[in-house]
């Protein structure tokens, strides 16, 4: 199964913003579904924003509501996510998953206190 490429990660004070992006090889409209996820240290992968419904329909986890936007990027041919106001808690690995891919190897967000 082909698999997603993440991007953008990296360190940023808190208060500050990053961007990723979730790159998708093949046309971006086989892609109707589209989640970003991350995994904080020690801890279990956890749900952070999606694109439904060829990006009709975004959803967000309660923690990043209001700070984070999930955007389909059709002439990039990719899923972006952007993150403003970042707070330590926000540390993590970030990985998107799409309709027919496989997992991506994640991009690292660091958000010092």
């Known amino acids: 199964q082909e698999q997603l490429v993440e991007s953008g990660g990296g360190f940023v004070q808190a208060g500050g913003s990053l961007r990723l992006s979730c790159i998708v090889s093949?046309?971006?409209?086989?892609?109707?579904?589209l989640g970003w996820y991350r995994q904080p240290p020690g801890k279990k992968r956890e749900f952070v924003a999606s694109s439904v419904r060829g990006g009709n329909l975004t959803r967000y986890s309660a923690s990043v509501k209001g700070r984070f936007t999930i955007s389909r990027n059709n002439a990039k041919n990719t899923f972006d996510l952007q993150m403003d106001s970042l707070k330590s808690e926000d540390t993590g690995t970030y990985s998107c998953?799409?309709?027919?891919?496989?997992w991506g190897r994640g991009t690292q967000v660091t958000v010092s206190s």
């Open positions: 998953l799409g309709s027919g891919y496989g």
């Open positions: 093949r046309n971006i409209s086989s892609v109707t579904d």
